[in-house]
């Protein structure tokens, strides 16, 4: 099943590559954009994901109505993770796809057209990058870099955001902001960054990367510890097991 998925995946990533005349519209909530590619990438990967797993649900960033992501299996697809990177031509997005079974994640795929770079994992099966183990870095939170999403569309997190950011920025090295949230978890898997974090996101944007985040030895909660929810937006506090611990022993989103 894991093959025939990544061949879906890195299709719709040449869907991607291939974009011209790209027409773009709004959607709720400010510089949050769809254009007609996400919606033709979105088509094109339901149509084969389901013939790969009929009995799945499919629960996708453009649908209107979300199919049940906690009972059965189900597909949780983000066609173009960073809409408003692909609308800039910055060519930092991916496609993020993920199959959870009965809530919990069993194989994520997250695929950079742009680098051809696939992250992918299944679980407890390890985590790789276009066919090569990877691992999260045993650098300490002081040690480390971080990234994070700004949330973007929720104008009220704001504040709270550059405040944990500060502190972070007393604690580590430096931060980067890319605007994938898919990305920004296989960095860290890759040991490319050692923590990241949201105050909000969709189950779309995190589902791909979390399992491989996890397959390769780091974690991902909420920014209280608790766990993510596939059903609905959280918060996500994502890292290495060093930096990931130390963010919620010094309680940074107090």
Request: net charge negative; hydrophobic share 40%.
């Amino acid at each position: 099943m894991l093959y025939p998925i990544l061949d879906a995946v890195r299709e719709a990533g040449q869907i991607i590559l291939s974009a011209h005349d790209v027409q773009v519209s709004s959607k709720e909530g400010i510089g949050n954009f769809v254009t007609t590619y996400d919606v033709k990438v979105q088509s094109f990967l339901r149509e084969k994901l389901l013939s790969i797993v009929p009995n799945a649900h499919f629960v996708g960033e453009e649908d209107k109505v979300h199919d049940d992501a906690l009972h059965g299996l189900a597909f949780i697809v983000d066609p173009i993770d960073c809409t408003a990177n692909f609308v800039r031509g910055m060519k930092h997005s991916a496609v993020s796809v993920a199959l959870a079974r009965d809530g919990v994640l069993i194989l994520g795929a997250v695929y950079n057209p742009y680098r051809d770079e696939m992250f992918y994992a299944e679980l407890g099966k390890g985590a790789f990058l276009n066919g090569t183990p990877i691992h999260v870095s045993d650098r300490t939170l002081s040690e480390g870099v971080f990234c994070i999403g700004t949330s973007p569309y929720h104008r009220s997190l704001r504040e709270r955001t550059m405040t944990i950011a500060g502190r972070l920025m007393e604690r580590m090295q430096d931060l980067r902001r890319f605007g994938s949230a898919a990305l920004d978890l296989t960095d860290i898997a890759c040991g490319r960054v050692e923590l990241g974090f949201e105050c909000i996101l969709q189950p779309w944007d995190f589902a791909g990367g979390a399992i491989i985040l996890t397959e390769a030895g780091g974690r991902i909660t909420q920014l209280d510890g608790s766990p993510i929810t596939l059903d609905r937006p959280c918060s996500i506090l994502s890292g290495n097991p060093l930096a990931h611990s130390a963010f919620l022993e010094e309680n940074l989103a107090k």
